[in-house]
Every structure is written in structure tokens, then in C-alpha cells.
């Protein structure tokens, strides 16, 4: 599963960043593009809205150290997570990023140098969090 899940982030690396994105084609947001990855491969229900802070919340129990798969989140000065990426391995993430509020449309995203890119894990301030563990899918199967 996690596997598929990589696969599926490196098919959308290089999408346009978009405030509140949610769909391949129009963009994504830092939370819209690991929601698309979790849910396509069973680990979200299908519906749903989940911000970074919502899925800190849900999986916020499942702690774990820099690991294919894990979700990587970024605190903010108010404690909330702030933006969330995933895991491809223990030193790399991928993620939606370089936009903000502003950014819902190609033009701005690339001007911005926004969209879904590959960067090197470098704060020791992160949190890692596995939803992939079987107990924490099980809530959502009933």
C-alpha cells in the first residue's frame, strides 16, 4: 500500500500549488495533495475535508521517525499545524508548496514558483506521524 502511495505522489509531482486545491488537474493544496494520495489508497474515506491540523488530529497517535509513507507535519507558531507533506524516505518529502491564500490559478502558482515539488528534510521541529499502521485504518473500515 505504501508503495502505491509513493506511486502516486511521484505522479503528481510537478502539479500547480492552489489555495484549497484538491483536484490533479486544478492543483493542490499542501493538505488536498496528501488527502488525494490517502484516500486513493484506502487510508481517508472517500468523503471528507481534512485541513493539516485534521489529519495531525487523526493520526496525531501514530508518532514515528522519517519513513517511506509517514506524514510530515509543520507546526505553526500557534502550536496548529501549519502545512503537512509526505514521506518518500527518511531524509526526503514531497508535498504542495511555495503558495499561499493567493495562489488559485496557474498563472500565480507559476510565478510564485508553487506546485508540488521535492525538498530535503531539514527541521528538527517536524512531526511524523504513519497513517498507513492497521489500527488506525480500522476505524474508518467499520
Known amino acids: 500500500m ?12 510537478g502539479q500547480a500549488y492552489r489555495w484549497g486545491g484538491d483536484d490533479p488537474l486544478a492543483g493542490f493544496d499542501c493538505s488536498g495533495f496528501v488527502i488525494e494520495i490517502l ?6 474515506p472517500r468523503q471528507g475535508d481534512w ?6 488530529q487523526l493520526f496525531a497517535q501514530r508518532s514515528c ?5 509517514a506524514l510530515v507535519f509543520f507546526p505553526g507558531a500557534s502550536g496548529k499545524m501549519r502545512h503537512v507533506e509526505f514521506c518518500i524516505n527518511e531524509k526526503l518529502t514531497i508535498g504542495a508548496s511555495g ?16 506546485f508540488v515539488k521535492v525538498r ?23
Open 2 to 13: 505504501i508503495e502505491t502511495a509513493l506511486k502516486i505522489a511521484w505522479k503528481l509531482y
Open 99 to 114: 503558495g499561499g491564500s493567493g495562489t488559485r490559478g496557474i498563472e500565480v502558482a507559476v510565478a510564485a514558483n508553487a
Open 51 to 56: 485541513t493539516a491540523e485534521n489529519l495531525y
Open 65 to 69: 521517525d522519517p519513513k517511506p509513507g
Open 120 to 142: 530535503p528534510i531539514r527541521t528538527i521541529e517536524l512531526i511524523f506521524t504513519d497513517p498507513f499502521t492497521p489500527n488506525q485504518r480500522a476505524a474508518f473500515e467499520k
Open 39 to 44: 484516500k486513493s489508497v484506502g487510508v481517508l
